[in-house]
T-cell receptor
Framework: AQSVAQPEDQVNVAEGNPLTVKCTYS??????LFWYVQYPNRGLQFLLK??????LVKGSYGFEAEFNKSQTSFHLKKPSALVSDSALYFC???????????FGTGTRLLVSP | EAQVTQNPRYLITVTGKKLTVTCSQN?????MSWYRQDPGLGLRQIYY???????DKGDVPEGYKVSRKEKRNFPLILESPSPNQTSLYFC????????????FGPGTRLTVL
């Protein structure tokens, strides 16, 4: 079955430093990979997705993600973190049925001033 | 404004008392879905609907029902709620497929006593 793993429950980073939120995947066939963000007391918002093409995907709010097929990873990155980036981040993969997404358990990002 | 709305936002109820959580989208989306979010488990899909004619179970459908009588609405029904259904619930919609950008509602926090 298609699945994603987010190995870190929480990531702490100082404002201005680069951030990375990790995601690894397990799929059969071509992966469709996604990142969503959940700010406090809000629903999830789409950040970016990889379907095909360039391995570096740029998304909203200055975020980007790098698709690495050999390492089966899709890590979310940002060159310079902001306090306002503090949120819960979810990685997701398309299910084999093409009819749903499978989400990871989420990683809480805390950016300190 | 394009949005997904859910009602109620907060609900405290007792075991066995039937309830309905409404979900409505104004974007003419075909695909709609219900998720529940629990600490440490991430987002898990309850039911989804590809269009008004196709509705199917997600990963955790037990104890839930849905209906899709019209494109814009996708209510979640708990016929006989139990304490293990205490959770945060999200409705989402996307244009055609789940791999299209999904737009999430603000969430419904349900407590079953």
């Amino acid at each position: 079955a298609q699945s994603v793993a987010q190995p870190e429950d929480q990531v702490n980073v100082a404002e201005g430093n680069p951030l990375t939120v990790k995601c690894t995947y397990s799929v059969s066939g071509n992966p469709y990979l996604f990142w969503y963000v959940q700010y406090p007391n809000r629903g999830l918002q789409f950040l970016l997705k990889y379907i095909t093409g360039d391995n570096l995907v740029k998304g909203s709010y200055g975020f980007e993600a790098e698709f690495n097929k050999s390492q089966t990873s899709f890590h979310l990155k940002k060159p310079s973190a902001l306090v306002s980036d503090s949120a819960l981040y979810f990685c997701a993969v398309r299910d084999r049925s093409f009819q749903k997404l499978v989400f990871g358990t989420g990683t809480r990002l805390l950016v300190s001033p | 404004e394009a949005q997904v709305t859910q009602n109620p936002r907060y609900l405290i109820t007792v075991t066995g008392k039937k309830l309905t959580v409404t979900c409505s989208q104004n974007m003419n989306h075909e695909y709609m879905s219900w998720y529940r979010q629990d600490p440490g488990l991430g987002l898990r899909q309850i039911y989804y609907s590809m269009n008004v004619e196709v509705t199917d179970k997600g990963d955790v459908p037990e104890g839930y029902k849905v209906s899709r009588k019209e494109k814009r609405n996708f209510p979640l029904i708990l016929e006989s709620p139990s304490p293990n259904q205490t959770s945060l619930y999200f409705c989402a919609s996307s244009l055609v497929y789940p791999t299209d950008t999904q737009y999430f509602g603000p969430g419904t926090r349900l407590t079953v006593l």
